[in-house]
């Protein structure tokens, strides 16, 4: 499946503006010298480069994806504690473990996030996402993937499956409706 970008002289908007950024930040400066320069490089390296990339599908609700990173900080600050409370009690009651979590995400970018996602939650940790499809024919059809994460203390493995399905993976899938 090829992605086409939507506008034909700008392929990643998002990229032109974060590379725009990024210019002015290291050089300290909004002369217009570098406000052109900037310009000029955030609209020539994506456009020369995006021949070059793997088509994945591009970000469709921008604000819904905004939502989705507060929501991952919240977790990620919540999970913080919870795993404090858990070191510091008796770690003879951890219930350590490996859990399979079906996906229905098929594009690598996605599943690269939910993977994040699951790494920076502490107390998780994605170890694989099998079967690996970049070893499958270009014609051949994807089969069902799923990711296997470690879990620092395991109480309920169908209630943990459905908390990252639903918490993470849903969202991933309307941000980037696939």
Request: proline letters at 10%; hydrophobic letters at 50%; glycine letters at 2%.
């Amino acid at each position: 499946m090829r992605m086409k970008p939507r506008f034909r002289w700008l392929p990643t908007p998002y990229r032109s503006l974060l590379l725009f950024i990024i210019w002015l930040l290291l050089n300290q400066s909004v002369a217009p010298f570098h406000l052109f320069f900037g310009l000029l490089l955030a609209l020539v390296i994506p456009y020369i480069c995006y021949r070059f990339r793997d088509p994945q599908p591009l970000i469709e609700r921008p604000l819904l994806a905004l939502r989705y990173i507060l929501r991952v900080i919240a977790d990620i600050i919540t999970a913080n504690a919870e795993v404090a409370i858990l070191i510091l009690g008796p770690l003879h009651k951890l219930q350590p473990a490996f859990v399979m979590v079906p996906l229905d995400l098929e594009h690598n970018l996605p599943l690269t996030i939910l993977a994040g996602t699951v790494s920076m939650t502490p107390g998780t940790v994605s170890a694989d996402i099998y079967p690996c499809v970049e070893h499958l024919a270009a014609d051949a059809p994807i089969p069902q993937r799923w990711l296997l994460i470690h879990v620092l203390n395991l109480e309920n493995e169908a209630e943990l499956i459905a908390t990252i399905k639903q918490r993470y993976e849903a969202p991933l899938k309307e941000i980037f409706k696939c």
